[in-house]
T-cell receptor, first 112, second 113 residues
Framework: GQSLEQPSEVTAVEGAIVQINCTYQ??????LSWYQQHDGGAPTFLSY????GLEETGRFSSFLSRSDSYGYLLLQELQMKDSASYFC?????????????FGSGTRLQVQP | AAGVIQSPRHLIKEKRETATLKCYPI?????VYWYQQGPGQDPQFLIS???????DKGSIPDRFSAQQFSDYHSELNMSSLELGDSALYFC????????????FGSGTRLTVV
């Protein structure tokens, strides 16, 4: 089987930097994705890492270490609108050709 | 830009009834996925279609079935509904050539009473 572990909640203040970690166990790993979801809304794609290293997209960066089965999402210059749930998700042989398995999500609360 | 369209947005059904959810993927996206998300839960993969053929199957109950039609829209059919089927149902589409990001629709909130 497969599993993904991420913290359930993180709290930070506006303007700060926060890192959300994700560890995974799966076979035939293809890549790690991150999605943002506001309450009642649809998940929104943030980033995808297939190879080791850092991917940067504006205020968001994502990192992957395949040897450690570990990745993180880094959010910089936090804004109130960043308060949402963040899910890591894996593509792997276990899930099939392209389907994603999501972690349980990290609820980020940004405070003034 | 075109997005993934789902209908209806909200649906209320009684136990043992049948429901049909519809999804219109982004044009030229070759894969459609269905996910179920319970309150406070992560999205659970149900089933996917690649070029109108079923490609992967997740935790989809036998009471549910899905198909993708010639115009690429997809339908999720749910029969003998149970209270536990109450959830948000998301459809997503993607294309490998455009990267591996899914675009999700706004979801259908199904309430079974």
């Amino acid at each position: 089987g497969q599993s993904l572990e991420q913290p359930s909640e993180v709290t930070a203040v506006e303007g700060a930097i926060v890192q959300i970690n994700c560890t995974y166990q799966t076979s035939g790993f293809y890549g790690l994705s991150w999605y943002q979801q506001h309450d009642g809304g649809a998940p929104t794609f943030l980033s995808y890492n297939a190879l080791d290293g850092l991917e940067e997209t504006g205020r968001f960066s994502s990192f992957l270490s395949r040897s450690d089965s570990y990745g993180y999402l880094l959010l910089q210059e936090l804004q109130m609108k960043d308060s949402a749930s963040y899910f890591c998700a894996v593509r792997s042989v276990d899930t099939g050709r392209r389907a994603l398995t999501f972690g349980s999500g990290t609820r980020l609360q940004v405070q003034p | 830009a075109a997005g993934v369209i789902q209908s209806p947005r909200h649906l209320i059904k009684e136990k043992r009834e049948t429901a049909t959810l519809k999804c219109y993927p982004i044009p030229r996206h070759d894969t459609v996925y269905w996910y179920q998300q319970g309150p406070g839960q992560d999205p659970q993969f149900l089933i996917s279609f690649y070029e109108k053929m079923q490609s992967d199957k997740g935790s989809i109950p036998d009471r549910f079935s899905a198909q993708q039609f010639s115009d690429y829209h997809s339908e999720l059919n749910m029969s003998s509904l149970e209270l536990g089927d109450s959830a948000l149902y998301f459809c997503a589409s993607s294309t490998e050539t455009g990267g591996y990001g899914y675009t999700f629709g706004s979801g259908t909130r199904l309430t079974v009473v």
